[in-house]
């Protein structure tokens, strides 16, 4: 008796925003239904999502001492979580410190987005000080702090917006403090660049995304998600005033580097 081949399931909810060939066309935006599958999507697409969040409380803990004052006259590290979408970072550090000794200020442009971040921080952290809030980065003024994390956010600003970003960052730390820059890169040479590109693929292939799911996002994204190479980030970090900066992470085109003010 012939056994059919098994098919791999995969469940289509998940990728609805990059399904049907129409979704070529349309632009990349953070609404209501990326919020739907956005956790999901995230760690399917970004190779070492996972790890790079984990890392995030050990740094924290390394470079953030209660340096700033909160409302309440204790003192507490403050730490900004700009881009936070659904708050993975801001949870991530909640999960790992008292209430007392954080404040966290988690800013997304988007609506949905910061809807459903303050629906899951205060459910699962309801005694952490944590205020989210809805805002362009590049309008918001930031207060005095320990650690900003900018976690696969400043490559959906204007390549002409960046630097005034970074510089505010800069001038908002702390000595000591650190910014933690975690991007999508290319790479200067077109044909390292292209391996680096191919292997990301077969990583969402691996991860159980349809051809028509990849074209369909790399599509949406074009002209919403500018990369630099990893190069032009270190030279933009020394030009607004870090004068320490490395990479301390990498898998394929993805990339995270800590700056010490
Ligand atoms: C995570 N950090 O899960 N101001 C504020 N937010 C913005 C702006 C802006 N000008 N532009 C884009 N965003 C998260 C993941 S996602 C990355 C970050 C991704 C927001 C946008 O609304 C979205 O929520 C986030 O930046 C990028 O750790 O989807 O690849």
Redesign the pocket.
Known sequence: MSQSKPTVKHDTLFDKPFTTPLDKASRFS?DEQVVAC?PDM?RRS?PGYGQV?AMLPVFARRHCKYRQQAGNGQRVSRIY??????G??SMTLAGEFEPQDLQIKA????PA?TTEATTLLSENYPEHDIEVIT????DVELEPCDMV?L???LQ??PAADRVAVLEKIYAALSEGGILVLTEKTHAFDEQYDAWLVERYYDFKRANGYTEMEISGKRNALENV?ITDTLDEHHARLSDVGFKRHLTWFQFLNFVSVVAFK
């Open positions: 953070f956005f995230i970004v969040l979580d700009l881009g936070c979408s659904l993975a970072a800013i997304d442009i988007s987005m805002a362009d980065i590049r994390i976690n696969l956010t959906f600003l998600l």
